[in-house]
């Protein structure tokens, strides 16, 4: 009993598309009906509409093509056999009200459009060949029966039969293409989902990897760093140690070691600061940027530098210790690769709608336009300086921090004419 019930369940069944698509034909053909019985009515008051019909069937058509705005799952499941059990009721009466009116031509035209239009909103083949064949049969029935001449009668017949044969390839075709789309359909969800559960493996093991990365970054960096301050500590001991007394290549040598543990102990500690940007989802608070910049300028303070800050900055929803990460790198890097007497440098801030938009600008050598994309790469140096205490880290940790917390970091610079930092900070939501 249940494989016949799912086998009457899969014959009916439609597709939502083709379900909704039957209900805005039923919507159409409600009035339609109306009108067009009026049509003829106007035309020809002789005709004769049983049991009013017009009324009946045309308030059928809007019921049966309201359903699907229902949107309940049951009516879906059987809206085809709703649609088939319609189709099939009126194709009934519409014959015998066509033989009822001794078939006249106002009846026989609609009733051949009905049957050619009617299969189209059947899904199925069996269905097609039952409704089809069933029509050409009733109608022969009322033909035989009737008082027409034999020439009339044939030329009925032919040609309700000539509908049905074409109706029936056109619905054949329509349906195999439909079993094709299907098929294709079933192959492109199924590579679909094999390529989801693809993309989410390798995302997961990505995912994986980069903590493991991150991890090993920061155990590396965190042991690497006792050693590194032995080393340095030794190093400056043995040069200013009054009781040893090296001769000048011998001290060139030590210096030159502590300038080395001094470039590593940066690049180990830049490493540990990139690592320790891990996780996206850090602690935010309501952030005084302008008091935090003012502690920057307190610890940069000397004589040959002046940091301007035009506008008063404003309190902005963010981790502290990241923002003053940025902060610091910025400044500190337009003060380090500045090739003049008195460095300037020029904060300024405006607002937007969504952004907090802040300006970090120099009145250093500039940057040529063809590194403004490597400056923001991981250990890239545009200038190899012992002096300059610089990895290429700084910039990099600016903007994986500012990125991550949804902002956008750009530069603009000309040769000889300073550089200028624009990073935005998304607005609190009011």
């Given at each position: 009993m249940k494989k016949v019930l799912k086998y009457l369940k899969d014959i009916g069944r439609l597709e939502r598309f083709e379900i909704k698509n039957s209900g805005i034909t039923f919507l159409l053909a409600g009035p339609s009906t109306f009108m067009y019985v009026m049509i003829m009515f106007y035309y020809n008051p002789g005709l004769k509409?049983?049991?009013?019909?017009?009324?009946?069937?045309?308030?059928?058509?809007?019921l049966v093509g309201i359903i699907p705005y229902f949107k309940s799952k049951f009516l879906d499941e059987i809206y085809g056999w709703i649609t088939f059990a319609s189709l099939m009721i009126f194709q009934f009466y519409l014959t015998y009200t066509t033989a009822f009116n001794n078939f006249s031509l106002d009846y026989l035209l609609v009733t051949y459009v009905f049957i050619f239009g009617a299969v189209l909103?059947?899904?199925?083949?069996?269905?097609?060949?039952?409704?089809?064949?069933?029509?050409?049969?009733?109608?022969?029935?009322?033909?035989?029966?009737?008082?027409?001449?034999s020439m009339s009668e044939s030329a009925i017949l032919v040609s309700m039969s000539t509908i049905f044969v074409f109706s029936f390839l056109v619905m054949n075709g329509l349906i195999r293409y439909r079993k094709k789309l299907e098929t294709i359909n079933?192959?492109?969800e199924k590579?679909?989902?094999?390529?989801?559960?693809?993309?989410?493996?390798?995302?997961?093991?990505?995912?994986?990897?980069?903590?493991?990365?991150?991890?090993f970054a920061y155990v590396v960096s965190h042991d690497l760093k006792r050693p590194l301050r032995n080393i340095y500590t030794l190093t400056d001991w043995l040069t200013d140690d009054t009781?040893?007394?090296?001769?000048?290549?011998?001290?060139?040598?030590?210096?030159?070691?502590?300038?080395?543990?001094?470039?590593?102990?940066?690049?180990?500690?830049?490493?540990?600061?990139?690592?320790?940007q891990m996780d996206k989802e850090r602690p935010v608070s309501n952030v005084d940027a302008q008091v935090l910049v003012d502690r920057i300028v307190k610890v940069n303070a000397s004589d040959t530098l002046k940091i301007h800050v035009s506008q008063k900055l404003p309190k902005v929803i963010f981790n502290e210790s990241?923002?003053?990460?940025?902060?610091?790198?910025?400044?500190?890097?337009?003060?380090?690769?500045?090739?003049?007497?008195?460095?300037?440098?020029?904060?300024?801030?405006?607002?937007?709608?969504?952004w907090h938009q802040f300006s970090i600008h120099d009145n250093g050598p500039g940057i040529n336009e063809k590194y403004h994309k490597k400056i923001f790469e991981l250990f890239q140096k545009l200038e190899v300086k012992s002096e300059i205490d610089s990895i290429g880290i700084g910039l990099a940790l600016v903007k994986k921090i500012i990125e991550r917390n949804g902002g956008t970091i750009t530069v603009e610079s000309e040769l000889g004419k300073g550089t200028t930092f624009i990073f935005t900070v998304p607005a609190a939501e009011q």
């Open positions: 509409v049983p049991y009013h019909g017009e009324i009946v069937f045309s308030l059928w058509f809007v909103l059947l899904s199925n083949r069996l269905l097609v060949i039952i409704f089809s064949a069933s029509q050409l049969l009733h109608l022969s029935y009322r033909v035989y029966y009737s008082d027409l001449d079933v192959e492109l590579r679909i989902q094999q390529r989801t559960v693809d993309l989410e493996t390798r995302a997961k093991e990505l995912l994986r990897k980069n903590k493991d990365l991150e991890e009781e040893y007394q090296f001769n000048e290549e011998t001290n060139q040598s030590l210096r030159l070691i502590k300038e080395q543990v001094t470039q590593m102990d940066l690049l180990v500690e830049g490493i540990l600061n990139y690592s320790l990241q923002l003053l990460q940025v902060f610091q790198n910025l400044i500190q890097n337009a003060i380090k690769h500045n090739d003049k007497e008195l460095v300037e440098i020029h904060i300024k801030y405006q607002q937007t709608q969504k």
